[in-house]
């Protein structure tokens, strides 16, 4: 499974080892990250990838859809088969984040206003900046491993179909 970055790679790690009644990926399935859904764009390096390996199965945030959606079918690959976006459709919550249980979000919100003030910053990096910092974050208490079945239930959603593409 080939996940956008470092810290979707990190979510699956932390579902393996904190939640492994949750992660339903077999076993010998990898997580790698590509390095940013801007890689995605290079059909040439897609197919081949596509082609070296016995499986793949590409994984980019919700808000790059209407972006890959089109260049992956134009490959021949079919989306919940070969690729699917990862979040939800809603402001701020169509990336792997968006998967987050509310708890954990107003708990870094709470502990970090002055990133959540960074975002609404007029300058781009200083907003970057807030937003990579955020997302640290909310991994690091992600990984806390505190996190009920029942907050989860999006997290195994994606696990589900991941496992049933494989």
Do not use: W
């Amino acid at each position: 499974v080939f996940v956008e970055g470092r810290i979707d790679e990190d979510y699956f790690s932390a579902l393996k080892e904190h939640y492994p009644a949750v992660y339903s990926l077999p076993a010998d399935v990898e997580v790698i990250s590509y390095g940013g859904k801007d890689a995605l764009k290079n059909t040439q390096m897609l197919q081949f990838v596509n082609s070296m390996l016995e499986r793949a199965f590409f994984t980019y945030d919700l808000d790059a859809h209407s972006q890959l959606k089109k260049r992956f079918e134009s490959m021949g690959l079919v989306e919940g088969k070969d690729f699917l976006p990862i979040g939800v459709k809603k402001a701020g919550r169509d990336c792997i984040e968006g998967l987050l249980p509310e708890r954990i979000k107003a708990k870094v919100y709470a502990r970090m206003t002055d990133r959540v003030d960074a975002l609404g910053s007029t300058v781009s990096d200083e907003r970057r900046k807030a937003k990579d910092e955020l997302k640290k974050a909310y991994l690091e208490e992600f990984a806390k491993g505190n996190s009920s079945e029942e907050e989860l239930k999006p997290f195994m959603t994606l696990l589900a179909k991941l496992s049933k593409a494989f």
